[in-house]
């Protein structure tokens, strides 16, 4: 994943079968942190953006693939569980 600010952090996308015609969707990313108490609350920060951009392509996934004429015979339920660390 590519952050706004131009950094880059690793991320998976698990994909969970939730009953026959529904999954549910969890993004995990993790980031590194510092014992520099003014790195961490730049790092706190990144990580806050960083959430509002997963969660902001999520919801956008979320519509795009519950039309049924784009992709048939699965469901995607909502709200996502959503955690920072």
Wanted: net charge positive; glycine share 6%; with cysteine.
């Amino acid at each position: 994943m590519k952050g706004a600010g131009g950094w880059e952090a690793e991320s998976r996308l698990n994909i969970l079968p939730a009953g026959k015609d529904s999954v549910v969707m969890e993004w995990q990313c993790e980031l590194p942190s510092s014992l520099n108490p003014w790195e961490r609350i730049r790092q706190y920060r990144r990580a806050v953006r960083l959430k509002e951009e997963m969660d902001r392509t999520l919801a956008r996934l979320t519509v795009f693939l519950s039309k049924k004429r784009i992709y048939t015979g699965c469901r995607f339920l909502t709200p996502f569980r959503k955690t920072l660390r």
